[in-house]
């Protein structure tokens, strides 16, 4: 089987969709269905279920892509390998990251990275803790940035880093000129917050329990920049990890405030593997550098 046949069955499985798949690939639509029909011709056996909403794998599909996800991996090992006999630092990195790091820390490294080593290529994902840790356990990347929220035995922590949590707001909002605020100083305030699946949410809403208090969030939404958009459009505050307002506290474009830590306690963001991975020179190279860079570096 082709490679390039490999490449069409999974971009397929990962978007769920020939469209999204011929889009991020270039390739004609046609041809990736061609393909996926060849396919299950050849394994006698129907590989997605075809539905409203998209391309969804079927058990069979879903034991075709283990496989594929496995060789692909091995053929980028072996690339990777066969670079290292000629002294260069060459490659693909895949790596998932939570959202509020990768603008003021993962993206200025990686560019500062593939300066020294303009052969390695980075094929990255956003999401929350949850899907970064799953993508971890799944082989799916060589490295995962998150917030630690339990202990997984697969995941072998990398670095750690203390995250503090700061409320952000409009320079003309009441609390903007407060150096350090209570939990209880914003209840009065609409909240606009990241929604429960992010441990953010979660340990605000915890601390709000431990307090007896009762915060108005009006306005949920699984998307940092976007947040903070909507805070700057209708006057009101957030609550997110300082590393994703660094760059409006350094330009000053938005009122950034401490929490009191007693109140609202740091949380560790992890930089992590999974553990049995085997890491090519450039992914263990990228690790390193990250592991040297100070976090809540402004940008």
């Known amino acids: 089987m082709q490679i390039s046949m490999f490449k069409y069955f999974l971009a397929v499985a990962e978007t769920g969709s020939i469209r999204q798949a011929s889009l991020s690939l270039h390739v004609s639509a046609s041809a990736i269905s061609r ?8 394994f006698q056996t129907t ?12 058990e069979e599909g879903r034991v075709l892509a283990l496989h594929m996800q496995r060789t692909m991996r091995e053929m980028e090992l072996a690339r990777a390998k066969i670079a290292d006999i000629h002294g260069l630092t060459a490659g693909t990195v895949r790596y998932a990251t939570i959202e509020g790091v990768a603008r003021a820390w993962l993206f200025p490294a990686i560019a500062e990275f593939q300066k020294a080593h303009p ?14 840790y799953q993508a971890l356990e799944n082989d799916q990347v060589d490295f995962g940035i998150t917030m630690q929220d339990d202990f997984y035995p697969d995941i072998g922590i990398v ?17 903007a000129k407060h150096s350090t605020l209570n939990l209880k100083d ?59 307002v660094s760059h409006e506290e350094k330009h000053q474009t938005m009122a950034i405030v401490d929490i009191a830590e007693n109140e609202l306690p ?34």
């Open 35 to 42: 393909q996926i029909q060849n396919l299950e011709h050849s």
């Open 47 to 58: 590989l997605f279920d075809r539905c409203a909403d998209g391309m969804l794998l079927t």
């Open 119 to 132: 052969l390695v290529e980075f094929k990255g994902r956003i999401s929350g803790a949850e899907a970064v």
């Open 159 to 175: 670095e750690k880093f203390t995250t503090q949590f700061k409320a952000a707001m409009p320079h003309q909002h009441p609390l």
């Open 186 to 244: 914003l209840t009065p305030y609409e909240l606009t917050m990241l929604d429960p699946t992010f441990h953010t949410r979660r340990a605000l809403d915890t601390s709000l329990l431990r307090l007896g208090l009762t915060a108005k969030i009006g306005f949920e939404l699984d998307h940092i920049e976007l947040i903070k958009v909507h805070v700057m459009q209708t006057g009101n505050l957030t609550i997110l990890p300082d590393y994703a």
């Open 266 to 299: 740091s949380a560790t963001t992890i930089l992590c593997v999974r553990r049995g991975r085997i890491l090519t020179k450039a992914a263990e190279a990228i690790i390193n550098s990250l592991r040297k860079r100070p976090i809540t570096l402004p940008v």
